[in-house]
């Protein structure tokens, strides 16, 4: 046997141990304690991704994560990258002009699949979303599914799925409310919403600004490590509910400006700058249907438009008369814009012992712009799918899964998936899936063509979609006292993906003098492997949650094989205690990221590296207190506490980058306060 696996074993043995040991004294300390009282503290959170109707998260065949407004408005978060930073075996990265980007399991945010209410965010720049475009203000609640949900969800759904769910179903006649936060470093947000119930119409309207001054360490300089950035967002829906059915119609709009400045050239005769201005514009419109034939047949619709912009412009700036003008070379202005048709329907049948799901999905693409060959490109994908969910002796639950695709561009796999929930005791529980996924290449990735005076990168139409088997093992212990509850859930996966698409050097066109060119391929293969443990503990007055994970990533570069797998270990521990007198709030959001090594290829010297970032750990604290029966909340505390900047790295050269002795990790020390103000007009 490997020795990274029994690395794995012996370290998965040792916490499993030390945990239950003292679960144990805890269950033992709650019991003798509360036996007196009746209330009993609940973990059941609802959950709806990937289930055919609503569930609760301990009954759900998936192993699932659900972060709630409570949590996040303790955080004093506001996009979503603030709300993943914390959480366990997930790893927030920065660019300076793309944003910040996700890994999960170790696998790349282009393998994530970001949905809004089950519809995917479209607009990827150098395969990631930017979780900063991802405003949470009017979330509900934020559920992670880790592992491949491409029988559910189709392309990009690998690694993994996050679903963002957005509040609905408002109960009062009129609801109008505001949020404003600020930080110490030049950080202000600002929004305001009203939502309205008047005879089964359910009406919201939200909107705001985000504006962020610019981060650097010289302050003198006006050149800024993470950029400035100002955004406008705005939401609107309408939704009407019938007797056995429900419509919505949902609008949204995003727009992003962001500032890339030089450090400027100043001599006795001019002043002048080479800045660049980044523009995002993007907007949606989904139309929901749900119609419920019966108490255990349900049908669900959707219909999606999504748009979206990114324009890239430089200019030359006169730093004496601020006058700006666009830079002449064409190479340096472009605009790519995307658009996505969407229809998705599922036909559900939900009984105690057999149900099922069927359902298909059209998605319709197009892109243009400059670096588009032809300037124009189209794609469409067809797909049919369907899951059966067994109950055995009811105890044993097993879902599985098949997805069908046909594809204009390239093959799609067809895509099978297992999961399945044994329930040992009450208490006990298993859950254990196989999935395997798959990543259709991008219409950059195919379609590329971008020329400069230092770079030729071109797309491939003939690209496979990227592919992978996944594995999971999970075991959950949750015990119940009166106003109490404890939970455990030791884990273990293993995820492979195949045809890994990257840029590959064309030696024969490249050399010193001439410019830079490369080519995507399928030429990569990824693993990742680990262990890991999660706790939970609630109490009527506080909760403390603790997790542990041990991860290992191998990539094979450039058809160069090497078995070696780079291990990194993360920590978790949150801790939440109201004091009841004063009602007031207090959190601790600590997170350890460790080392992390893997190979690269660095495009200057064309060798394969050993690049790494060193560890660093978040420490966040804040203390919330409410008003006015809690009309009013207000939220202030301190981010990065251990006034963590930029950590040492050996990041190599990329096609679009240039290599870095640093990392960006976070922006230092951080005052915050956040004010959360709703006013509620009751029924009669």
Do not use: C
Request: charged share 20%; hydrophobic share 35%; net charge positive.
């Amino acid at each position: 046997m490997n020795k990274y696996v029994l690395h794995i074993i012996k370290t998965a043995r040792t916490l499993i141990i030390g945990v239950f040991a003292v679960l144990l004294h805890i269950g033992v300390f709650a019991q003798t304690r509360d036996t007196v009282t009746n209330k009993t503290q609940e973990l059941n959170d609802v959950v709806v991704t990937g289930q055919y109707g609503e569930n609760s998260l301990s009954k759900s065949v998936y192993k699932m994560r659900v972060i709630d407004t409570k949590r996040i408005q303790a955080q004093g978060a506001f996009n979503l990258r603030d709300v993943l930073t914390n959480e366990l075996n997930m790893r927030v990265s920065q660019d300076p002009v793309l944003g910040s980007s996700l890994s999960v399991q170790g696998a790349g945010g282009q393998n994530i699949k970001f949905l809004i209410d089950g519809v995917p965010i479209v607009g990827r720049e150098n395969g990631n979303i930017d979780l900063s475009h991802i405003n949470i203000n009017t979330v509900e609640r934020v559920e992670i599914v880790e592992g491949p949900m491409s029988v559910i969800y189709g392309t990009d759904a690998l690694g993994g799925v996050i679903n963002i769910i957005s509040k609905k179903n408002f109960r009062s006649p009129l609801q109008v409310g505001l949020n404003s936060s600020v930080e110490s470093i030049g950080n202000y947000n600002n929004d305001i919403f009203l939502n309205s119930n008047y005879k089964n119409w359910n009406i919201s309207v939200s909107g705001g600004r985000n504006f962020f001054e610019g981060f650097n360490n010289n302050s003198s300089s006006r050149f800024m490590l993470w950029k400035p950035r100002e955004q406008y967002f705005a939401n609107a829906t309408i939704g009407k509910s019938f007797k056995r059915a429900t419509l919505r119609l949902t609008n949204s709009y995003f727009n992003e400006k962001i500032t890339d400045r030089d450090s400027g050239t100043i001599t006795p005769y001019f002043a002048y700058g080479s800045d660049h201005y980044y523009y995002t514009q993007r907007m949606s419109s989904t139309l929901f249907y749900d119609f419920k034939i019966s108490n255990i047949r349900q049908i669900s619709m959707v219909l999606s438009y999504s748009d979206y912009r990114r324009i890239n412009n430089a200019v030359r700036k006169d730093l004496v008369t601020l006058q700006e003008q666009l830079v002449p070379d064409a190479s340096q202005q472009d605009t790519t814009h995307f658009t996505e048709w969407l229809t998705r329907g599922t036909y559900a049948k939900r009984v105690k012992k057999i149900s099922y799901q069927m359902g298909y999905e059209v998605t319709l693409d197009n892109i243009s712009g400059n670096q588009i060959s032809d300037k124009a490109r189209q794609n469409g994908d067809y797909s049919i799918f369907g899951s059966t969910e067994m109950r055995l002796m009811d105890r044993i639950l097993i879902r599985p899964g098949l997805r069908y695709t046909y594809n204009t561009q390239f093959a799609a796999p067809l895509i099978p998936s297992l999961n399945l929930k044994y329930d040992f005791t009450e208490n006990i529980s298993m859950r254990a899936s196989y999935g395997k996924g798959f990543r259709a290449p991008s219409m950059k990735e195919l379609y590329l063509n971008f020329v400069n005076p230092t770079h030729f990168v071109q797309g491939n139409p003939n690209l496979n979609s990227e592919n992978g088997d996944n594995i999971q093992l999970s075991f959950l212990y949750e015990n119940r006292f009166p106003e109490r509850v404890f939970r455990i859930e030791p884990s273990f996966f293993y995820n492979k993906i195949n045809d890994m698409i990257d840029l590959k050097i064309n030696t024969s066109t490249s050399n010193i003098s001439g410019p830079l060119s490369a080519t995507y391929f399928n030429v990569n293969k990824f693993q990742s492997t680990g262990t890991g443990v999660n706790m939970e503990y609630r109490a009527p007055h506080y909760s403390l949650v603790f997790g542990y994970s041990y991860t290992g990533t191998n990539r094979e570069l450039q058809n160069i094989s090497d078995k070696t797998f780079f291990f990194s270990n993360e920590v978790r521990t949150n801790f939440n205690y109201v004091f009841k007198k004063p009602d007031v709030n207090f959190s601790v959001f600590y997170k350890y990221n460790g080392k992390m090594q893997n190979y690269q290829f660095d495009v200057v010297s064309q060798q394969i590296t050993l690049g790494y970032i060193d560890p660093f750990s978040l420490l966040d604290v804040s203390v919330g207190k409410g008003f006015f029966k809690h009309a009013l909340n207000i939220t202030a505390g301190v981010k990065n506490i251990l006034n963590v900047t930029n950590v040492a790295a050996s990041l190599s050269a990329g096609i679009h980058s240039s290599g870095s002795n640093t990392a960006q990790a976070a922006m230092g020390r951080i005052l915050f306060i956040g004010v959360h103000y709703t006013f509620e007009k009751s029924k009669r």
